[in-house]
């Protein structure tokens, strides 16, 4: 029961330019959305989240938009760089529910 | 702050052995969570432990179990080895708080031959 979907596989990008990673979720219940960098050999890293309270969060070079009446939310990288280069994952669960639903991952390579 | 550590980092097993692999979370954390991840899936979600008691529970086989300790420290075991158990396994702490990211450990990498 894919609940979490990421369909893009793989994502190539110019280094200074915008990566957009995208995702969908089925189950309206989500609150808490998530995403995370996962280097080979390495366990994820967490990078950003958002809560179903609010449409934007921003991090940095990073910012995550979530549109609920889409369920859909996505993640802004800006400017990209080579050492964001990864697999990158988003999760996502239900209020005081601590089990995470993730996505299959989008690798994203980042040109120099 | 060290990270979540989890030992081994890899290990090679034959087909109806069992295995038991160990977490560590961070300090502090009180809530420990395990995940399967095979080639081309997600995350899949196993199980969670918090105050030693079993709070959620993934779709896996009875074959998968875990415990954990009073100082948070966590096992996980699989019973009767299967070639399709061959994963990167891993843990992930938190303090279970409302919007709490899970930490990831680095995984341990089972093989099943």
């Known amino acids: 029961d894919q609940q979490v979907k990421q369909n893009s596989p793989s994502l190539s990008v110019q280094e200074g330019r915008i990566s957009i990673l995208n995702c969908d979720y089925t189950?309206?219940?989500?609150?808490?959305f998530l995403w995370y960098k996962k280097y080979p050999a390495e366990g994820p890293t967490f990078l950003i989240s958002i809560s179903s309270i609010k449409d934007k969060n921003e991090d940095g070079r990073f910012t995550v938009f979530l549109n609920k009446s889409a369920k859909h939310l996505s993640l802004h990288i800006v400017p990209s760089q080579p050492g964001d280069s990864a697999v990158y994952f988003c999760?996502?669960?239900?209020?005081?529910?601590?089990?995470?639903?993730f996505g299959s991952g989008t690798k994203l390579n980042v040109k120099p | 702050k060290a990270g979540v550590t989890q030992t081994p980092r890899y290990l090679i097993k034959t087909r109806g052995q069992q295995v038991t692999l160990s977490c560590s979370p961070i300090?502090?954390?009180?809530?420990v969570s395990w995940y399967q991840q095979t080639p081309g899936q997600g995350l899949q979600f196993l199980f969670e432990?918090?105050?030693?008691?079993?709070?959620n529970k993934g779709n896996f086989p009875g074959r998968f179990s875990g415990r954990q300790f009073s100082n948070s420290r966590s096992e996980m075991n699989v019973s009767t080895l299967e070639l399709g158990d061959s994963a990167l396994y891993l843990c992930?702490?938190?303090?279970?708080?409302?919007?709490?990211?899970?930490?990831f450990g680095n995984g341990t990498r089972l093989t099943v031959t």
């Open positions: 432990y918090f105050s030693e008691t079993q709070r």
């Open positions: 992930a702490s938190s303090v279970r708080g409302f919007n709490s990211p899970l930490h």
């Open positions: 189950n309206s219940m989500f609150d808490y």
């Open positions: 300090s502090g954390h009180r809530s």
């Open positions: 999760a996502a669960s239900r209020y005081n529910f601590n089990k995470f639903y």
